[in-house]
């Protein structure tokens, strides 16, 4: 009986001892990225729609309140069961773009207007202006579908390096790592060249960029300008932007608008080139009313200005240097609601875009326009 007990007892033992060494199945990590919202493409075109990836790495959010990424983490052992209860950690880093003006509140703020300061700072607060990529995981804990969803939400500040700005978002268990790129850009937006001798020059621009439609337009008008005639001694044979957007759009201090690469600042035409303001000596009214009207032509929805000419939507007496055209649907800041009873630095009142599916607000419409559909009337 004894010798019994003892052979079990070994045999016990010995299958104990399997079991404390017998390794647990392996698991892997793989991701499936969903994207909803505004898509651009490289020739300047946008569409909403919906985009499925499998194991991403990356993903680019248009700088528009309402975009997103459902970004989901799946946990599987090797023999395809999936692997429930795990904690995934999850933490983000800037990735580029990582300087203060870009990705600190105050920083930012003061690169605006010192009336608007506070109130960027309490947009920023409320999450309504991002200067980086929101996220939120369903569960640090894999389901029974052996998941984390983590939905991941568009940010503003896009920048205007060589690269658009960047998140890093990093998904961790075990030894295990899973790892997303989030960017902040409009893509598709080209350079202003600055080429006087063809009819289009720029002065003090920081973001030099625009839609690839508008620039052509203008580029045409430029060119329109230059073969005119018998022009006022000393006018320039050129138009010159003043503002424009930034490599990659979204938020451009200290300006509330100029975010999508459809909104352009320029100069008022004068009897001398340089700088000229709306009542300086050398400011030419019928000049400038000739350019209105043929940006009227081009299909210019907003033109804000200090002089009351034809074709001038809102007369801004901060307005005296520059024409401010838009062709958008509705150019207006699209971080901030429109229920505070406050004005941008353009005097508009501040929306929230984050429901609005009409590529119009964000893309350009200018009408594709011939060098010799132009015609301009300078008077005496």
Not at 109 to 125: E, H, K, L, M
Not at 299 to 305: D, V
């Amino acid at each position: 009986m004894n010798r019994r007990n003892a052979l079990i007892g070994i045999a016990l033992g010995f299958c104990a001892h399997l079991s404390a060494k017998t390794p647990q199945p392996a698991f892997s990590i793989n991701t499936n990225l969903e994207y909803d919202g505004l898509i651009t493409t490289s020739n300047g075109k946008a569409y909403f729609g919906h985009q499925w990836l499998e194991n991403a790495s990356e993903v680019t959010l248009y700088p528009k309140n309402g975009n997103s990424a459902l970004w989901t983490l799946t946990l599987t052992y090797s023999d395809g069961r999936p692997a429930v209860g795990k904690t995934i950690t999850i933490n983000s880093t800037y990735n580029t773009l990582t300087t203060s003006s870009w990705r600190d509140k105050n920083t930012m703020a003061n690169r605006f207007p010192s009336g608007s300061r506070a109130t960027v700072i309490q947009r920023i607060d409320q999450g309504l202006f991002r200067l980086r990529a929101p996220y939120e995981a369903s569960s640090l804990v894999t389901d029974a579908n052996g998941q984390v969803k983590v939905t991941v939400n568009n940010f503003h500040s896009c920048g205007n390096e060589q690269q658009p700005s960047s998140d890093k978002l990093t998904a961790s268990t075990g030894n295990l790592q899973a790892q997303l790129i989030v960017k902040c850009a409009v893509t598709g937006l080209v350079n202003i060249p600055d080429r006087a001798s063809e009819g289009l020059t720029t002065a003090g621009l920081v973001g030099r960029h625009l839609h690839p439609n508008l620039l052509s337009a203008l580029q045409n008008l430029g060119q329109a300008w230059k073969n005119v005639q018998n022009k006022p001694v000393g006018m320039p044979n050129y138009l010159t932007i003043t503002g424009a957007t930034m490599r990659w759009g979204g938020i451009n201090p200290p300006h509330f608008t100029h975010k999508f690469g459809g909104t352009v600042d320029i100069r008022p035409v004068g009897t001398s080139s340089g700088p000229v303001s709306v009542g300086d000596a050398h400011y030419h009214r019928q000049a400038t009313q000739t350019i209105v009207d043929a940006l009227v032509q081009l299909g210019a929805t907003k033109i804000i200005f200090a002089d009351n000419l034809k074709g001038v939507t809102d007369v801004k007496s901060n307005h005296k240097n520059h024409l401010h055209v838009s062709f958008l649907t509705e150019p207006l800041e699209p971080w901030l609601t429109p229920n505070d009873n406050q004005l941008d630095s353009e005097g508009e009142a501040w929306h929230d875009y984050s429901n609005i599916y009409d590529t119009s607000y964000f893309v350009p419409q200018v009408k594709s326009l011939q060098v010799t559909d132009f015609h301009f009337e300078l008077g005496k």
